[in-house]
């Protein structure tokens, strides 16, 4: 069963950054569309930036653009997601996805989802 692993999460003051990892055992990520998605308390859950298998193609929610960096290593068999100039908005459990195909970055696409980890930001 393909289970994604998530790491990375933590507490960090407003303006810090973090990088969560996303990898997953018995398959190469690099063949899948890789999402990240967040879920805040009281709120839905939402596509935060996904990267698609064969093009490479990124996509970020407009809230985190110029903040949020999505990236693969292939040798590493991990997806990362960068997160640099955090603020308390974007608090919330953070959770891993894994896709056949091409992504628009939308939850429905995703099979496989890992338990998340989880980003406080608070000063």
């Known amino acids: 069963q393909v289970q994604p692993v998530e790491s990375g999460g933590g507490l960090v003051q407003p303006g810090g950054s973090l990088r969560l990892s996303c990898t997953a055992s018995?398959?190469?990520?690099?063949?899948?569309?890789i999402g990240w998605f967040r879920r805040a308390p009281g709120k839905e859950r939402e596509g935060v930036s996904c990267i698609s298998t064969t093009t490479g193609s990124t996509y970020y929610r407009d809230s985190v653009k110029g903040r949020f960096s999505i990236s693969r290593d292939n040798f590493k068999n991990t997806v990362y997601l960068q997160m640099n100039y955090l603020k308390p908005e974007d608090t919330a459990i953070y959770y891993c996805a894994i896709a056949w195909g091409y992504s628009y970055c939308s939850a429905v696409e995703y099979d496989y989802w890992g338990q998340g980890t989880q980003v406080t930001v608070d000063s």
């Open positions: 018995g398959i190469t990520l690099e063949h899948y569309s």
